[in-house]
């Protein structure tokens, strides 16, 4: 067995703000004192140190797989795509504002003046929610909604929500009436990244994310202010531990540009946040639209671990700290197999300490663990095979014997 530590720590491994003052000359005599301009009130007043950076709308086109998904995350976006979708579909007609329950109401207001100021007749239509959303009972339910309001593939559809009713937004514009021109507005970081490039598969009864989907969103408008990039909640970590699985996936240069920014992303600093936002998206379209089907099994690095450990830790151990605990398990299954270094191993556990992401603490039994990992990817292969990191930014899936993997679940479970 190999001596690496499962519970072992890592090794120990800086935007700021101009301030500008304005000094006020003081008048040389009495007359020019006497016609000195006097600063309203309102100038006098400087800006809260702690006022947030504005940050300008960044543009990136995300390869899909035949298909490309013009991505714009920045502030104030939220109301400025109605001139996009005038121009992409020539002259406006209908369009379909599909929105979750939990969508703010300013935001739907301000999408439904935006769409109606540059000529489209809109249509709104309710997405599902909660744990069904992204299922074949929401899907249908979404196809209802699309057919009361009578729009045609030449139509567009703005779709606002979490994750999964995107992705169940995204399935039904893709097939109907051929495919219909589809915006999304993400509510939460999660649903930015993953909604509009690699959408949730749907749940069919008895067989969760069976139903497989390509993306086929045309836009994402991620706002800063309506995704909060300042939360320090579940989402926000979900997304941290999202952005380490994508660059581990995509290449080291991918990996060292998240390095670099992990300590400014945890420090909460929105340029970082933004620039990494829109890294990510980059690096899971490169992945999903690759011509190598070994490069596009790579988006799945963690998932397994992730899903086959779900129903044995319950539900009281948060998803993100289930992917980072899936990234360190494979690590160290790789560095037993020969595939993985022990630096870059170390340096894996590094980045994840300094994005925040925490460690399983819970008793499992190992057998039971072994058994659940082989479930999983039997559930979806005939063949046994885990999503293994070779190197920083490089990931394929490979065959574990037996004996490893218990032998490994067994020191993992005994430090957890």
Partial sequence: MSDISHDGQPMDAEGDEAAHEAAAAEPSTEADAATAPVAPESAAAEPADDAPVRISAKRQWVNLRGNSLDARV??????????????????????????????????????????????????????????DASSTAGLES????LAKTGVTGDDVAVAVGGVRALSTASFACRSWCGGVTLAQIPLDPVSALVAGVT???????????????????RYVYC?????????????????RALFATSAMADSDKAFGRLFDRANDIAALDRAAICEQMVDCMKSRGKIISSTSVAVRQSIGYGTTFARALRPLV?????????????????????????????????????????????????????????????AERFRRSNK???ELPRSLGRVRLAAVEDDRL????????SSR
């Fill in 406 to 413: 218990e032998e490994h679940a067994a020191a993992w479970c």
């Fill in 74 to 131: 920045g502030d104030d976006l939220v109301g400025t795509l109605g001139n996009d979708l005038r121009a992409y579909v020539g002259k406006p007609r209908a369009a379909v504002l599909a929105t979750a329950p939990e969508v703010p109401a300013g935001v739907v207001e301000a999408l439904r003046r935006d769409l109606t100021d540059v000529g489209f007749l809109v249509h709104m239509v309710g997405l599902p929610s909660g744990p």
């Fill in 384 to 386: 046994f095979m885990l």
């Fill in 142 to 145: 979404v196809y209802e909604g």
């Fill in 314 to 374: 319950g539900e009281r151990v948060p998803p993100s700290t289930l992917l980072a605990e899936a990234m360190r398990f494979t690590a160290r299954l790789s560095v037993a197999q020969g595939g993985l270094s022990v630096d870059d191993m170390l340096t894996q556990d590094e980045l994840l300490d300094r994005l925040g992401l925490g460690y399983v603490e819970c008793e499992v039994d190992p057998v039971a663990m072994a058994a659940a990992l082989k």
């Fill in 223 to 239: 706002d800063l202010d309506v995704i909060d990039v300042m939360r320090t909640d579940e989402a926000a970590l979900l997304a």
């Fill in 199 to 217: 959408p949730l598969a749907l749940d069919l009864p008895g067989a969760d994310q069976m139903v497989t989907q390509d993306g086929s969103a």
